[in-house]
């Protein structure tokens, strides 16, 4: 290995930044990076551009070449761009390698025509949270209407071509896209009028399609790189800084892992540790694999085996053990001294911050994620105050029949905590059906708060259902007077006009005499105010009521023989009435009727 012993960091060494694009979904990142990645004709097969595992690489030449327009030393130090491959995939962008975020940058891609929408604004909070920086592509300028194709154009150049109304729209929509950023807290400027770079983040006008602004995009990232404070951050190093981006079985290879490989040096034969679910992975390097890169030999599936890969790279590795390796998660490589319990601590480190996010009580719902960085995120919006669902399980990948089975332990305890947030990972046909038959309930959504939505109407719905089946138990507290000249049947049912004194009557509530020893008369079954069937009554209001006994011993009570018309009527209350209320009806009681029923309790002396 003496190759890593002459290289010590120096800038005369550095690897490739990371790139990764992000954005709500058809803003157009697939088509940005299939723009970027368009080579020129006349530069034969591909301009250097390489396909990697995940990944594709663009040579410092080739940006040079396509920026050139803008700025003739625009020289690159770095040896190219890694881009990753998965474009709006937030769990990429999320991904951690050693505390920091993967990617050294991010595309941050906004349709001119839409503005902020959802997955911007999540997109964006998952950048502050790994501390990222970004450039925005404010995409689909070429939708401006009248707009005159300048392809591959630089923006400048371009704008200088349109006419005023297209200029005057353009003017418009940026600033209010600059007003929409500002509300989230961020100050945003054209690139070409950003005189604080760093403090203000810049927008760079874009077309997918006829590549307007794709230079001034390129050449952004390139002098974003060049910044002497970046120098160290890029220089190459021998400490093998490695995430897992998804974990794969391939004919032929069985599981296999695509790793970026930040920084550092792989090795066939290495021994690695991997974070697994169900501890360290220690293993050995059987293969380390790069597509073919011959186009035709690609899609057959062969690819060229490395004896040693240098950092920045997408890469495929094979070694047995694998299939349970966590996506989002550092690989370690122990070295001839290394020690092997270290770097097993290590892999777990991410996991276990994770872990420790569960909730002690182990009443929760579970959550799933496609990788440890998203399911991160995930936990951490769960978490904040105006959300505060607690969680008591955690997996990554697809939701499978055994997470389901998971899942329905909690049935017993908090129905609707027997629920699994699924956020960007499938859900197999066996679990789903599991989950129907069992009464578990998946979530799917690939924008985090969705989740929180459609888990709060979920909420809402079992709490309707259980007050529905709770309705003829709970009894809410009221105190009415007979109205004397409105006395219609005296006995079985009575029907009697009555101010509602204080509380809510409701059809169905069970009415007594508490001044005539609390003799039961019945239940209300009907209500009437101005003529018209309604199905409670509430304090001031005068309604004519039908009270009905239930048994023969309450079809006897009578006005005016059992009790006066004077004698207030109160609904009958028990100590199951009150927990059924206080469990399913707490928001529907105003905080006077509380009192009401507190004082009913002490009435009907309950404990
Ligand atoms: P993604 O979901 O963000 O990856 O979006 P896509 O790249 O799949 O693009 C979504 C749609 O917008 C597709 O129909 C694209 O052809 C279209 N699109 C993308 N970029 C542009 C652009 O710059 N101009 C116009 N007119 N359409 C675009």
């Known amino acids: 290995r003496a190759e890593e012993a002459n290289s010590k960091p120096s800038a005369d060494n550095l690897r ?234 391939i004919e032929g290879l069985g599981t296999t892992i695509d790793v970026v490989l930040v920084n550092g040096v792989l090795h066939e034969k290495d021994q690695i540790v991997v974070c697994g679910m169900q501890g360290p992975i220690v293993t050995t390097i059987r293969a380390l694999l790069t597509p073919h890169p011959m186009k035709e030999l690609r ?84 978490k904040s105050p105006a959300v505060n669902i607690p969680v008591s399980g955690i997996s990554i990948g697809p939701v499978h029949k055994k997470d389901v089975v998971k899942a329905s332990v909690m049935l017993e305890k908090r129905k609707e905590y027997a629920t699994i947030l699924a956020f960007d990972v499938k859900v197999t046909p066996e679990a789903s059906a599991l989950a129907d038959e069992m009464g578990v309930k998946i979530l ?9 939505d459609q888990f709060k109407a979920y909420i809402d719905h079992i709490k309707e259902e259980r007050k529905k089946e709770v309705a003829d138990e709970a009894v809410f507290p009221c105190v009415l007077k007979i109205i004397p000249k409105y006395v219609f049947y005296k006995k079985d049912p009575i029907v009697v006009g009555v101010d509602v004194l204080e509380g809510i009557a409701k059809v169905g509530t069970p009415i007594c005499i508490p001044s005539r020893d609390y003799i039961d008369i019945g239940h209300i079954v009907s209500i009437k105010r101005n003529d018209k069937e309604v199905d409670m009554a509430t304090k001031g209001q005068a309604v004519s009521i039908k009270i009905a006994g239930t048994n023969p011993e309450e079809q006897q009570k009578s006005v005016g023989r059992h009790f006066e018309v004077e004698d207030e009527l109160v609904s009958r209350i028990t100590r199951s009435s009150i927990d059924v209320v206080k469990a399913n009806y707490r928001d529907d009681l105003s905080k006077e009727n509380w009192r009401l029923l507190v004082k009913l309790k002490n009435l009907f002396k309950i404990q």
């Open 16 to 249: 490739s930044p990371i790139c990764c694009i992000m954005g709500h979904v058809d803003t157009g990142k697939t088509k940005l990076l299939d723009c970027i990645r368009r080579t020129n004709v006349q530069e034969g097969e591909a301009g250097g551009i390489t396909q990697q595992i995940g990944a594709t690489y663009f040579p410092a030449e080739n940006i040079r070449e396509r920026t050139k327009e803008l700025k003739e030393d625009a020289t690159l130090r770095v040896p190219g761009l890694l881009v990753i491959d998965t474009p709006g995939h937030e769990s990429f962008a999320n991904l951690r390698s050693r505390g920091s975020g993967l990617c050294d940058i991010a595309i941050l891609v906004v349709d001119i025509m839409h503005g902020l929408e959802p997955q911007t604004i999540e997109s964006l909070n998952l950048l502050k949270m790994r501390n990222t920086n970004f450039i925005i592509a404010l995409n689909k300028v070429d939708r401006l209407y009248g707009w005159k194709t300048c392809p591959d154009g630089p923006i400048v150049k371009t704008m200088k071509q349109q006419s005023n109304d297209v200029q005057n729209e353009f003017k418009m929509r940026v600033k209010d896209i600059i007003n929409q950023f500002q509300m989230e807290g961020l100050n945003t400027e054209l690139y070409y009028k950003n005189k604080k770079m760093g403090e203000t983040l810049s927008i760079v006008p874009t077309s997918a399609i006829s590549g307007e602004g794709v230079p001034d995009l390129l050449l952004l990232l390139v002098l974003w790189t060049q910044q002497k404070t970046m120098v160290e951050r890029f220089m190459f190093s021998n400490r093998v800084q490695c995430t897992v981006l998804e974990i794969k079985v």
């Open 299 to 382: 899609i057959k599936g062969s690819y060229v085996h490395h004896k040693e890969i240098k950092a920045a790279q997408g890469i495929k590795i094979t070694g047995q053990g694998l299939e349970h390796a966590i996506p989002g998660t550092a690989l370690y490589v122990v070295g001839p001294d290394g020690d092997l319990d270290d770097a097993k601590e290590a892999a777990m480190e991410d996991m276990n911050s994770v872990m420790s996010r569960i909730d002690k009580s182990g009443e929760g719902v579970c959550v799933q994620a496609s990788t440890l960085g998203s399911l991160e995120a995930l936990l951490e919006f769960l």
């Open 444 to 452: 799917i959504a690939d924008i985090i708060y969705h989740l929180f």
